[in-house]
């Protein structure tokens, strides 16, 4: 289930429906990096010029080697800050397409069923919000433990597996039921969740293909959610009956 659900995921990712998104997201994630660029750069520019002033009063000849190589460590770590940036960014601007995304998969994968409702503008914010959110704190959990052998590469996917497991599917599943519900089915069929979640951290760890992690995991946990409420119709109603209750 979950190996099909990553396959038909990743064979949408680069359908020709699922291209104007993937363009999208790229470009405004470009747009988005080279603004923070320029503002990074304008920030350094006002903290370090006074500094550089204090420490070199008058203009001594030494004085355009050090602000030479100033600069170069200022473009270096610029270039750092932006390529740890690169997949928050990107997670960002993505929460706000995978209602696309899953639009694309259910019309395309499954055309005689109803297909889901978009999030609304506000739940949509939200969201995207919490994706950054786990992208964070799941790589921030990790670099902790980056001093403790054999345990690192185990953080990074234990924690991006759970946390993009539960998000994502949520997510697909709260496009067919209500907030309360999704989360009790994702509660449910916890382990397989999880372990779709591993495939997503697995993802995420390849350079480059890891900024497609929104979309590839939007369209996986689509059809994981489609596939577990097939095996499982009677949960809605089991769910019904007990509210009623």
């Known amino acids: 289930m979950i190996t099909e659900a990553a396959r038909l995921a990743f064979a949408n990712l680069f359908a020709a429906e699922t291209r104007a998104v993937f363009w999208k997201v790229i470009g405004l994630t470009l747009l988005a ?7 990074l750069r304008e920030v350094f520019v006002w903290l370090a010029l006074p500094w550089i002033d204090a420490l070199m009063p008058g203009t001594p000849d030494w004085a355009g080697w050090i602000t030479f190589v100033v600069g170069i460590f200022a473009s270096l770590g610029l270039a750092l800050a932006l390529a740890l940036l690169l997949a928050p960014v990107t997670a960002l ?20 069923e109803a297909p889901g409702a978009p999030l609304p503008l506000a739940e949509a914010i939200v969201g995207s919000a919490k994706f950054l959110g786990v992208v964070i704190l799941g790589n921030i959990a990790a670099l902790l433990l980056l001093l403790v052998p054999g345990v690192n590469l185990v953080a990074f996917f234990l924690v991006n597996g759970y946390l993009l497991g539960r998000e994502f599917f949520e ?11 999704a989360r009790l089915f994702r509660v449910k069929h916890r382990s397989t ?23 590839f995991a939007a ?7 489609k596939m577990l409420s097939a095996r499982d119709p009677g949960f809605s ?4 009956s007990a509210a009623d209750a």
């Open 33 to 39: 990096l080279v603004a923070v660029w320029f503002a």
């Open 93 to 112: 601007i993505a929460g706000f397409f995978l209602d696309d995304v899953a639009e694309v998969v259910e019309k395309r994968d499954y055309p005689t």
């Open 171 to 181: 997510f697909a599943a709260m496009r067919h039921r209500p907030p309360s519900e």
């Open 193 to 215: 969740v999880f372990l779709a979640g591993l495939v997503l951290a697995a993802f995420l760890a390849v350079p480059l293909l890891n900024l497609l992690t929104p979309l």
């Open 219 to 225: 369209g996986m946990m689509v059809h994981l959610h």
């Open 237 to 240: 109603m089991i769910r019904s």
